[in-house]
């Protein structure tokens, strides 16, 4: 047998080797290829460790045995979920959301989309809340899905959605003062507009009006004669109404989209606005010469004019940081101009509405813009509003006690005065011409002695009230 060594060769190392050694080598090369257990003539067992091994990987897996599901099936399983349970599947894991994903934009979701019967059919009254409520479900599901997509994205999904929904794109609508499809769409954007930033909301804003060109057509309804065209007005009052106002859950919600709504237009046009919002409207069409021609017979009629338009201007003027002093006042004047000058009587029903706060420094303006007999005028109307509601004429009382601090000169306060006496004098010679001939007349006439007598009794129990407590 031959034997190589390590031969030194002129300085230099030759590698040898034995046969013995070249075997030892190749037998453990041979070796770290062989499995470390006998082969057997059955494969019976290497089938069952595959089995557990499979089994245990899809246990392990994302979606489970759901796994090894064909996709068709899968969305055919998932076409028996309700949308709370779809909703609830995509916060379990990423894949069953990337899955219910998939499906919601298969033809199989189109019935958890429009729930039967569809919205611009008339649904019910007694079931209508909760028909809008599957709305707000989809909202939910539609957020869930989509909270990893960018912003544009996320809008093309509810612009996709408003297509479906809106009265202009069905011959379905029978009557849109009672389909319930926009408030419906309101409900679901607000769902998944919630916990959005401002920034994120105004950008949301912003592509719905623009995908229903609002812009343009409020442009052209404020620019135009008021009830030129009644049917665009009712509806541009339905739009913002149901899809983005009558759904917030807080006064701060409302203010914001009031806001976004109002400011991009100046302040007679917001004044206008806010008439087209929140006017009184009678067979859908707004009642825009009603406050100049007619004023309220009761309190429930009061509200049904003045109620909403003065809560919305509370909210405004809450909203300071977007909403001055200046801007509310002259917002409340331009109102009173629309389309022509109310009758004061109106006015100082909205004034009243508004809280002590917006009536004071609302006229506390008028007095130092030197507007002495509009003032006088709404004085004398509050008088007789309070009378008819009930009020104490107390309020009236102290509301000029403040405006005439303020006025300068001992002149300023004894033309307002004057004023008001004789704006009493000329509505109670005006109601009781009238009253023969008519029995609300008549009533007005009463009640308007009624407020000259207790304000009297105020006044003069306030001029000599030291003599008479002593």
């Known amino acids: 047998m ?43 067992l290497e089938k069952i460790e595959k089995e557990e091994i499979r089994e245990k990987v899809i246990q392990d897996g994302p979606l489970g045995y759901f796994d090894i599901l064909p996709i068709e099936l899968k969305y055919h399983i998932l076409g028996y979920f309700s949308v709370k349970d779809l909703s609830i599947l995509t916060i379990t894991s990423k894949m ?93 954007l607000h769902t998944v507009l919630a916990g959005w930033d401002e920034a994120e ?7 719905i009006c623009f995908h229903v060109n609002m812009q343009r057509t409020l442009t052209s309804i404020l620019t135009g004669k008021p009830g030129a065209n009644l049917k665009v007005e009712y509806d541009i009052r339905i739009f913002f109404r149901r899809v983005f106002l009558n759904q917030c859950e807080s006064v701060q919600d409302r203010g914001f989209w009031l806001t976004r709504i109002l400011k991009p237009f100046p302040l007679v046009h917001q004044a206008r606005l806010l008439f087209i919002l929140y006017g009184p409207v009678v067979e859908e069409e707004i009642s825009w010469y009603e ?74 303006s008028k007095a130092i813009n030197g507007r002495v007999l509009e003032l006088s005028s709404i004085i004398a109307s509050l008088c007789g509003v309070c009378s ?22 001992a002149k300023e306060r004894v033309h307002l005065i004057t004023s008001i006496t004789e704006n009493f004098k000329e509505l109670l010679i005006d109601l009781h011409d009238f009253s023969s001939q008519d029995d609300r007349q008549h009533e007005e006439f009463l009640y308007m002695v009624s407020a000259v007598t207790q304000l009297t009794k105020k006044a003069l129990h306030f001029a000599f009230k030291d003599m008479l407590s002593s």
């Open 96 to 188: 069953m959301r990337n899955l219910v994903e998939g499906y919601r934009g298969t033809s199989h979701f189109s019935r958890h989309l429009l729930p039967q019967p569809l919205p611009h059919k008339s649904v019910p009254v007694d079931k209508q809340a909760d028909y809008i409520r599957n709305f707000e479900k989809l909202g939910l599901l539609l957020k869930r899905s989509t909270c990893l997509y960018a912003t544009k994205d996320r809008l093309k999904f509810i612009i996709d959605f408003l297509n479906k929904m809106s009265c202009s794109y069905t011959k379905d609508c029978e009557d849109i003062s009672k389909c319930i499809a926009l408030t419906c769409f309101g409900k679901f």
């Open 388 to 409: 008819k509601n009930g009020f104490s004429q107390d309020y009236v009382i102290s509301l000029t006690q403040k405006i005439l601090e303020i006025m300068d000169s």
């Open 291 to 364: 406050m100049c021609d007619t004023s309220p017979t009761g309190s429930e009629q009061t509200s049904y004019y003045f109620k909403d338009l003065a809560n919305t201007i509370q909210i405004l003027h809450c909203k300071t940081q977007e909403w001055s002093e200046d801007d509310i006042i002259s917002v409340m004047d331009e109102l009173s101009c629309i389309p022509e000058e109310w009758l004061p009587e109106n006015y100082a029903n909205l004034m009243l509405l508004c809280g002590d706060t917006i009536t004071t420094k609302t006229l506390i």
């Open 201 to 207: 909301c105004i950008r949301a804003f912003d592509c």
């Open 2 to 44: 031959r034997r190589h060594q390590f031969l030194f060769v002129q300085g230099k190392v030759k590698s040898t080797y034995t046969d013995t050694d070249k075997h030892r080598r190749t037998m453990i090369t041979i070796k770290s290829f062989l499995r470390c257990k006998k082969l057997r003539r059955s494969n019976r």
